[in-house]
C-alpha cells in the first residue's frame, strides 16, 4: 500500500509542476484535465501526509516508553492510547480513497420519473417523488431543469423528465434507477384500505458528445413528428429524433423536448447508455460464476426499494436496508441510503463479504 501511495503522491507533485507550465497555462482544455486530476488527488495526498505523521509521532511515543522517567512513560502511555485509534481511521480511510473510481460518477444526469402500477395513486407517487428528489436536490447544491411533464389527471406525473447539474450527481444518483413501490392508504381510497403502487426511476449520465465512441456511419437517423395530447407545438414539426445503430440494431430516440437539437442530444445519450448496458449484459453473461454486484445491475425493472407509510418505514432491498425514518427521507433527507448504497458498492469492489 505505502509503495502505491507513494507513487501517487510522485503523480502529485509532477502534476503540481505542470500547472505552473506556461505551454499549460496556455492551453486552457489541457489546464483543466490536468487541474481536475490534481484536485482529484488532493484529498489521498492529504491523508497520506497525516498517516505518515502519526507514524511519527507513534514511534517517538514508543522511543518515551523507554525513559526512566515515570512521568515521561506515562505522557507516552497517553499519547498512544489516541494516536493507534487515529491510525486506524486513517488506513481505513486511505483503503478507501484507494477504491478505484468510476469516472462517470461526476457526470451530470438525465433524471426521468415515471408512473407504474397502480393508477391514479401512482401518478401521485411519482410527483411524490419528484419532490422529494428536488429536495434533496436543492439540499446537494445541484441545478435543475425539467425538460418534459405530463401531469396526472388528479396530481403528480405520468412522466418528469429533468437534467440535474453539479458536482458528483451521478456517483449519488446512479442507485436510483429502477422501481420503487409505495404501501398507503391513497387520498382516493373511502374505505381506509392500504394500496400498493409503483413508480420507475431512470438516472441517465450525461455524456459530452466527444466522449461517445460510436461512429458516423454506423448510426441511422430518422426525425418524425412527436405524437401527444395536443396543443400548439404538437405534430407541426419534426422534432421527435430516432437513432438506429446498425452494428447491433438497438434503436433509441426521444420526444421529451420541443427541441429536435434537445431531443437528439438526448437520443444519442439514451444509445450510448444501451449500448454500454449490452456490453455489461455480455461481460456478464461470460462470467456468471463471478458474483453481481449488491448495486448497479443495470436491470431497472427490478423492485429496489418500498416506502411504507402507516409503519413509517423506507426499505432498500438491494442491501437489506430497514429504516424507520420514512417522514424525513420524503422531505429530501436521502443521505444515510445513499451512503449505505455507495459503502455497500465499496465493499463490493473491495472483496468484502465475497464469496
Same mark, same amino acid.
Given at each position: 500500500? +505505502?509503495?502505491?501511495?507513494?507513487?501517487?503522491?510522485?503523480?502529485?507533485?509532477?502534476?503540481?509542476?505542470?500547472?505552473?507550465?506556461?505551454?499549460? +497555462?496556455?492551453?486552457?482544455?489541457?489546464?483543466?484535465?490536468?487541474?481536475?486530476?490534481?484536485?482529484?488527488?488532493?484529498?489521498?495526498?492529504?491523508?497520506?501526509?497525516?498517516?505518515?505523521?502519526?507514524?511519527?509521532?507513534?514511534?517517538?511515543?514508543?522511543?518515551?516508553?523507554?525513559?526512566?522517567?515515570?512521568?515521561?512513560?506515562?505522557?507516552?502511555?497517553?499519547?498512544?492510547?489516541?494516536?493507534?485509534?487515529?491510525?486506524?481511521?486513517?488506513?481505513?480511510?486511505?483503503?478507501?480513497?484507494?477504491?478505484?473510481?468510476?469516472?462517470?460518477?461526476?457526470?451530470?444526469?438525465?433524471?426521468?420519473?415515471?408512473?407504474?402500477?397502480?393508477?391514479?395513486?401512482?401518478?401521485?407517487?411519482?410527483?411524490?417523488?419528484?419532490?422529494?428528489?428536488?429536495?434533496?436536490?436543492?439540499?446537494?447544491?445541484?441545478?435543475?431543469?425539467?425538460?418534459?411533464?405530463?401531469?396526472?389527471?388528479?396530481?403528480?406525473?405520468?412522466?418528469?423528465?429533468?437534467?440535474?447539474?453539479?458536482?458528483?450527481?451521478?456517483?449519488? +444518483?446512479?442507485?436510483?434507477?429502477?422501481?420503487?413501490?409505495?404501501?398507503?392508504?391513497?387520498?382516493?381510497?373511502?374505505?381506509?384500505?392500504?394500496?400498493?403502487?409503483?413508480?420507475?426511476?431512470?438516472?441517465?449520465?450525461?455524456?459530452?458528445?466527444?466522449?461517445?465512441?460510436?461512429?458516423?456511419?454506423?448510426?441511422?437517423?430518422?426525425?418524425?413528428?412527436?405524437?401527444?395530447?395536443?396543443?400548439?407545438?404538437?405534430?407541426?414539426?419534426?422534432?421527435?429524433?430516432?437513432?438506429?445503430? +446498425?452494428?447491433?440494431?438497438?434503436?433509441?430516440?426521444?420526444?421529451?423536448?420541443?427541441?429536435?437539437?434537445?431531443?437528439?442530444?438526448?437520443?444519442?445519450?439514451?444509445?450510448?447508455?444501451?449500448?454500454?448496458?449490452?456490453?455489461?449484459?455480455?461481460?456478464?453473461?461470460?462470467?456468471?460464476?463471478?458474483?453481481?454486484?449488491?448495486?448497479?445491475?443495470?436491470?431497472?425493472?427490478?423492485?429496489?426499494?418500498?416506502?411504507?407509510?402507516?409503519?413509517?418505514?423506507?426499505?432498500?432491498?438491494?442491501?437489506?436496508?430497514?429504516?424507520?425514518?420514512?417522514?424525513?427521507?420524503?422531505?429530501?433527507?436521502?443521505?444515510?441510503?445513499?451512503?449505505?448504497?455507495?459503502?455497500?458498492?465499496?465493499?463490493?469492489?473491495?472483496?468484502?463479504?465475497?464469496?
Amino acid at each position: 500500500m +505505502l509503495d502505491k501511495l507513494e507513487t501517487i503522491q510522485d503523480r502529485y507533485y509532477y502534476l503540481e509542476e505542470k500547472l505552473s507550465d506556461p505551454e499549460v +497555462l496556455a492551453d486552457m482544455k489541457q489546464f483543466a484535465k490536468i487541474n481536475k486530476e490534481y484536485k482529484d488527488l488532493t484529498e489521498i495526498i492529504e491523508t497520506y501526509r497525516e498517516y505518515k505523521m502519526t507514524v511519527e509521532h507513534i514511534s517517538n511515543a514508543r522511543e518515551m516508553l523507554k525513559d526512566t522517567d515515570p512521568e515521561m512513560r506515562e505522557m507516552a502511555e497517553s499519547e498512544l492510547s489516541d494516536l493507534n485509534p487515529q491510525l486506524d481511521e486513517l488506513q481505513e480511510k486511505i483503503n478507501y480513497l484507494l477504491i478505484p473510481k468510476d469516472p462517470e460518477d461526476t457526470k451530470d444526469v438525465v433524471f426521468e420519473i415515471r408512473s407504474g402500477t397502480g393508477g391514479d395513486e401512482a401518478s401521485i407517487f411519482a410527483g411524490d417523488l419528484f419532490r422529494m428528489y428536488s429536495k434533496y436536490f436543492e439540499s446537494q447544491g445541484w441545478k435543475t431543469e425539467v425538460i418534459d411533464e405530463n401531469p396526472g389527471s388528479v396530481g403528480g406525473y405520468n412522466k418528469i423528465v429533468m437534467e440535474v447539474y453539479g458536482a458528483d450527481v451521478y456517483g449519488k +444518483l446512479k442507485f436510483e434507477s429502477g422501481a420503487h413501490r409505495v404501501q398507503r392508504v391513497p387520498k382516493t381510497e373511502s374505505q381506509g384500505r392500504v394500496h400498493t403502487s409503483a413508480a420507475t426511476v431512470a438516472v441517465m449520465p450525461k455524456f459530452e458528445e466527444e466522449e461517445i465512441d460510436i461512429r458516423k456511419d454506423d448510426l441511422k437517423t430518422d426525425t418524425f413528428r412527436a405524437q401527444g395530447a395536443g396543443g400548439q407545438h404538437v405534430n407541426k414539426t419534426e422534432s421527435g429524433v430516432r437513432f438506429t445503430h +446498425l452494428p447491433t440494431g438497438i434503436v433509441a430516440e426521444s420526444t421529451d423536448s420541443r427541441s429536435q437539437h434537445k431531443n437528439r442530444e438526448i437520443a444519442l445519450q439514451r444509445l450510448y447508455v444501451k449500448i454500454q448496458d449490452a456490453a455489461k449484459e455480455r461481460s456478464y453473461l461470460e462470467q456468471k460464476d463471478k458474483r453481481k454486484s449488491l448495486v448497479g445491475t443495470g436491470d431497472r425493472s427490478d423492485k429496489i426499494r418500498t416506502y411504507n407509510y402507516p409503519q413509517n418505514r423506507i426499505t432498500d432491498h438491494r442491501i437489506n436496508l430497514t429504516l424507520y425514518n420514512l417522514d424525513s427521507v420524503v422531505e429530501g433527507d436521502l443521505d444515510e441510503v445513499i451512503l449505505a448504497l455507495q459503502r455497500a458498492e465499496n465493499a463490493e469492489k473491495m472483496g468484502v463479504g465475497a464469496e
